[in-house]
């Protein structure tokens, strides 16, 4: 699997800068289950069952051939409605890899960027379209496993004829409208928390603000997302850092610019989230 998870743990890191996955999942602990993020774009084809889908932006009910881009960072979940069989292609990209990829002429990434129309980037695919994407998907799948030489330049190939595929769909096609499934209250909350990430923020000033009972805005949270309030916005500040640590701000500042007021509280929490402090993920980042 190319994602490393730790228990407690919701920033999820990246075991390798490109992973491709075509897998039946016929048991629901998984990772996905919870609200999370890592440091790489993620691609999802769903192939069979059926699966709520929520991210910090909204939620959308998912079935076969329907596919869901999530921008590097951003928190996302699933929730699988048909616990018999979950059939699906899972791609995670990092950044550098898709501008390895892309050319002058050709942006890969046009289907991961954030589209101010739609609250989610998700698409339909028909079963021919479906059938390619498994076909390069399996491919690649094959090829990342491989050691012979030249399985990385056939992984390349199969990459970018995936990429290539979906940015086409993407840019032919329109978005592909969805009811959204995202309770109006757990919107606002995500709202609220996105606009005041570098403060304090508790329950009471949730109350002021959404106008419900604090514990009620907890048990709506935690229901939709698998985790508590506190365990999100703990991660998000972590996230938040991790953007602002890549634009090369020094460690100290990014501790107050993100509403923590200890450097050593703030450092303890962010290796405990990320498996490194901030200092070495700033210098990791730059090699």
Not at 10 to 28: G, M, N, P, V, W
Not at 181 to 196: A, G, R, S
Not at 249 to 268: E, H, I, L, Q
């Amino acid at each position: 699997m190319g994602i490393a998870w730790e228990e407690g743990r919701k920033f999820t890191a990246l075991e390798s800068e490109l992973s491709c996955e075509y897998k039946t999942i016929q048991h629901a602990i998984d990772p996905s289950m919870v609200l999370h993020n890592h440091d790489g774009h993620e691609i999802l084809l769903v192939l069979s069952g059926k699966l709520n889908f929520y991210t910090e932006f909204g939620g959308v009910r998912l079935e076969r051939g329907d596919l869901i881009c999530i921008h590097e960072l951003d928190f996302h979940r699933g929730e699988l409605l048909t616990h018999d069989e979950y059939n699906r292609v899972l791609i995670n990209v990092k950044e550098p890899v898709l501008e390895r990829a892309s050319s002058d002429r050709t942006d890969l990434g046009i289907c991961l960027q954030r589209n101010p129309a739609a609250s989610l980037n998700v698409a339909h695919f028909s079963e021919k379209e479906i059938e390619k994407v498994v076909g390069y998907a399996k491919a690649l799948q094959e090829a990342l496993k491989g050691k012979r030489p030249g399985d990385d330049l056939v992984a390349d190939a199969f990459f970018k004829l995936i990429m290539v595929q979906l940015n086409s769909h993407f840019t032919q096609s329109a978005m592909m409208k969805h009811t959204e499934i995202m309770p109006k209250l757990v919107t606002e909350t995500f709202q609220y928390i996105e606009n005041h990430l570098w403060e304090e923020i508790n329950l009471s000033r949730l109350e002021e603000e959404l106008h419900y009972n604090g514990t009620y805005i907890s048990r709506c949270f935690k229901r939709i997302t698998g985790i508590t309030l506190q365990q999100f916005i703990i991660a998000k500040k972590v996230t938040l850092s991790c953007k602002l640590l890549r634009e090369g701000y020094a460690p100290c500042d990014v501790c107050y610019m993100t509403g923590f007021n200890n450097y050593s509280n703030y450092s303890r929490t962010f290796s405990k989230q990320v498996g490194k402090s901030p200092k070495k993920y700033q210098m990791d980042y730059r090699i």
